[in-house]
């Protein structure tokens, strides 16, 4: 009977000892388990029923200490169907073929974690049954073997195995694997059993090898190594391969093995599996090992088109200056296999890698897992991929000449080059853009002006190209074909609906730039800040269009002054028409210099105080930074100073700037298209206009919300040029005290 009660603590049942789930009632006889059957929610190995020469109190114990061999018997199914390697495929296998294998349900599900957490259950399995083969031993030796030398032996097993089958129990029922495993070990780890502690303790490290082997695979070769969706970095092709069927995820694989996909991988590749994440690691922890991942594989993946322009840094030669419709002429090269692993290696250090896996390695070593050293690793892990990326971006890929490039022409810093756009772009501007060739008819001024201004050594120009929505946007007239706006004997406008003052963008506001960025630059300048860029550019280049009309409608009442000056002194009549068109236009005059004023300072802040004043401070932050990350950081808060300073942000100030340079630009049309016969009273209600949105921007500008944020200092700069003689304070303070006020052309005298 000892020798039966030994093979049941080892999982054997017999003919004492017997499993109540392979009892069989036809036949009476016994079958052994499945290895798939499931896990029975309690123990089964009961003494057989007929057995009579037991005494109840011993029935008891005997019972209670086979439930031990119930639990080592459910652990080892579990351990062995966890540890079936079956699943693992020939490495000469097609990597297409498994994937299509894989969608077709063909390969079972498996788990990397679990298997290694069977590993640590097969090491605490085999102390046990050391200790059974020792009570064995102790039980043969001794001359009168009682049933105690069981309880005695076997005692601490007590508080390790049920613990362990509640465990295996839990995995099983909640399908739990990959991260949420290591969290579920994790709080299990806090009990007040030393032993189990130990124990559970000794299963999470095993769980911690697979991670560490993942971690070590993805920061220091740039290689997600998941078969099973199992980390807390996942790949964005396994999402599409759950959508997607096997015919058209293969033709997508096969695809990007040919492309170049490092740019995709940096973008949209790969993101945090916030399902497989344990909680014991913070988010700020694992998006650093996510973006040194990312680092690593752009490193050790360079372009091919970079590699040859990389090569041959040293010896590049312009080979002619090229001004197309913005389109960049690439040059491709053929390299060997040997140069694209030496700039590889060149980027990224061999050694630097060693350092790397030699910290994980210590981390991996470790008995325990320690939450501030692991931390600390992860951090200089980042630190290294972010100062390698940083030298490819900033030093190799020259990213402060393309900011420069970024400056001169989207910020309009070559103003020289935009004036005489803007000069030959004139007459075409004055008529509405058509939507077949806007682009085309504004590529001919864009050429003339770039002839006249950009010299041979501007290496970025080549970059730029000019685009004009043609389609998706509807385009608006421009001022000069609005109809004309009557006013009643109240003052209100009447007319055609269109011809309303309200804010509408001229349909050549649409002009936009695009800037040509090869790699590595397109991690650094995205779409997304391009788009910033795009929206600061057709902000000044309205602004700068506006303040160039307003000069050139004064040029052309000056030229006109003196034609008709001639014409009186040579005229014997001594006519008095040109008297009364001087007469009648001084007004306007003093209404055009007042929107002169308006649009010069309001272009000298943005130019000086806020492009300029955060340029420094970008450039600073350059010289002092060597790290990729914090890089693009000040990139960020740089364009972000230059939309909010320029008040792009705030809906009401832009509809309001909008709306007057709208009015600057009708104002002059009319001035130029005026005739001795027509009246004042249309551009007496421009006037009118501009004094209302005038003072209701400097009352928005000084109101204290404004004061108070990152816009001060150079803000109150601003409100000052306006408001040196206190004329727009005293204007907007006497439009807030008189209800419903009337401003006449007057008041701007």
């Known amino acids: 009977m000892l020798h039966e009660l030994l093979l049941a603590l080892l999982g054997y049942t017999g003919d004492l000892i017997i499993d109540v789930r392979e009892q069989q009632e036809q036949s009476g006889a016994q079958i052994p388990l499945s290895p798939d059957a499931p896990i029975s929610q309690e123990p089964t190995f009961k003494l057989a029923p007929d057995v009579s020469f037991v005494q109840p109190s011993e029935r008891d114990v005997i019972e209670r200490i086979i439930t031990l061999g119930f639990y080592y018997r459910e652990l080892d199914r579990f351990a062995a169907k966890s540890r079936n390697l079956s699943w693992i495929r020939s490495p000469d296998e097609s990597p297409l073929l498994r994937t299509s294998q894989l969608l077709k349900g063909k390969a079972s599900k498996q788990s990397v974690y679990r298997w290694a957490i069977a590993n640590g259950i097969v090491e605490v399995l085999s102390v046990y049954r050391s200790a059974v083969l020792h009570i064995e031993q102790k039980l043969l030796s001794d001359s009168l073997?009682?049933?105690?030398?069981?309880?005695?032996?076997?005692?601490?097993?007590?508080?390790?195995?049920?613990?362990?089958?509640?465990?295996?129990?839990?995995?099983?029922?909640?399908?739990?694997?990959?991260?949420?495993?290591?969290?579920?070990?994790?709080?299990?780890?806090?009990?007040?059993?030393?032993?189990?502690?130990?124990?559970?303790?000794?299963?999470?490290?095993?769980?911690?090898?697979?991670?560490?082997?993942?971690?070590?695979?993805?920061?220091?070769?740039?290689?997600?190594?998941?078969?099973?969706?199992?980390?807390?970095?996942?790949?964005?092709?396994?999402k599409d391969s759950e959508q997607e069927s096997a015919p058209h995820l293969l033709e997508k694989l096969t695809r990007l093995s040919v492309a170049d996909t490092s740019l995709n991988d940096w973008h949209l590749g790969f993101h945090i599996s916030l399902d497989m994440l344990p909680e014991y690691i913070t988010m700020h922890v694992v998006e650093s090992i996510l973006f040194a991942g990312k680092a690593v594989r752009v490193l050790r993946n360079p372009s091919p088109g970079f590699q040859c322009k990389d090569g041959s840094s040293h010896q590049q030669i312009q080979r002619g200056f090229q001004r197309t419709q913005g389109y960049t002429t690439t040059i491709s090269f053929q390299n060997n296999s040997l140069d694209n692993t030496l700039i590889g290696e060149d980027l990224l250090p061999q050694a630097e890698a060693d350092k790397t896996e030699s910290m994980l390695q210590d981390l991996k070593e470790s008995s325990e897992f320690h939450k501030r050293s692991f931390e600390n690793a992860i951090d200089t892990i980042k630190a290294v991929a972010a100062s390698h990326l940083w030298q490819l971006v900033v030093v190799r890929a020259d990213l402060n000449g393309h900011l420069k490039a970024l400056k001169d022409y989207f910020l309009l810093e070559k103003g020289d080059f935009f004036q005489s756009f803007l000069e030959e772009s004139r007459q075409l501007m004055r008529l509405p853009p058509r939507q077949s060739t806007a682009e085309a008819d504004l590529m001919v001024p864009f050429q003339l002006a770039a002839l006249k201004t950009i010299g041979e050594e501007d290496r970025y120009f080549s970059r730029v190209s000019l685009r004009m929505p043609s389609f998706g946007i509807a385009l608006k007239p421009s001022p000069v074909d609005l109809p004309k706006v009557k006013v009643n004997k109240d003052g209100d406008s009447v007319g055609h609906p269109d011809a309303s003052l309200e804010v509408s963008l001229d349909g050549w506001d649409g002009i936009s730039l695009e800037y040509s960025i090869d790699w590595p630059l397109q991690l650094f300048v995205t779409p997304e800040v391009l788009s910033k860029y795009q929206r600061i550019f057709q902000y000044l280049l309205r602004l700068k269009r506006t303040q160039m009309e307003l000069e050139k409608s004064w040029?052309?009442?000056?030229?006109?002054?003196?034609?008709?000056?001639?014409?009186?002194?040579?005229?014997?009549?001594?006519?008095?028409?040109?008297?009364?068109?001087?007469?009648?236009?001084?007004?306007?005059w003093h209404v055009r210099e007042h929107m002169a004023f308006l649009v010069r300072n309001l272009q000298f802040y943005i130019q000086v105080d806020v492009i300029e004043s955060q340029w420094n401070v970008l450039q600073s932050h350059i010289q002092n930074s060597?790290?990729?990350?914090?890089?693009?950081?000040?990139?960020?808060?740089?364009?972000?100073?230059?939309?909010?300073?320029?008040?792009?942000?705030?809906?009401?100030?832009?509809?309001?700037?909008?709306?007057?340079?709208?009015?600057?630009?009708?104002?002059?049309?009319?001035?130029?298209?005026?005739?001795?016969?027509?009246?004042?009273?249309?551009?007496?209600?421009?006037?009118?206009?501009?004094?209302?949105?005038?003072?209701?921007?400097?009352?928005?500008?000084?109101?204290?919300?404004?004061?108070?944020?990152?816009?001060?200092?150079?803000?109150?700069?601003?409100?000052?040029?306006l408001n040196f003689n206190s004329f727009f304070e005293a204007t907007a303070r006497g439009v807030l005290n008189v209800v419903n006020p009337r401003p006449s052309v007057s008041v701007l005298q």
């Open 555 to 588: 040029a052309f009442a000056m030229h006109q002054d003196h034609i008709d000056f001639a014409k009186l002194r040579n005229d014997s009549r001594k006519s008095s028409v040109p008297q009364h068109r001087r007469q009648h236009l001084r007004p306007m």
């Open 145 to 238: 073997p009682i049933v105690a030398t069981l309880t005695q032996g076997l005692n601490k097993f007590f508080v390790l195995l049920p613990p362990l089958f509640e465990l295996i129990l839990e995995i099983e029922r909640d399908n739990i694997y990959g991260g949420k495993l290591l969290n579920l070990l994790h709080k299990r780890c806090h009990c007040g059993v030393p032993e189990l502690q130990t124990c559970i303790q000794r299963l999470l490290w095993h769980g911690h090898q697979v991670m560490y082997n993942q971690l070590a695979s993805w920061v220091v070769y740039g290689i997600l190594h998941d078969p099973y969706k199992e980390f807390y970095i996942s790949s964005q092709d396994d």
């Open 626 to 721: 060597q790290d990729f990350t914090e890089l693009v950081g000040f990139h960020q808060e740089y364009l972000a100073a230059l939309i909010s300073q320029s008040f792009l942000d705030i809906g009401s100030v832009s509809r309001i700037l909008d709306g007057i340079m709208k009015l600057c630009l009708q104002f002059c049309w009319k001035i130029e298209n005026d005739e001795s016969n027509r009246t004042t009273s249309e551009l007496e209600h421009i006037a009118e206009e501009f004094n209302k949105k005038s003072n209701s921007l400097y009352t928005i500008l000084r109101s204290s919300r404004l004061a108070g944020s990152q816009r001060a200092p150079f803000l109150r700069q601003f409100l000052l040029r």
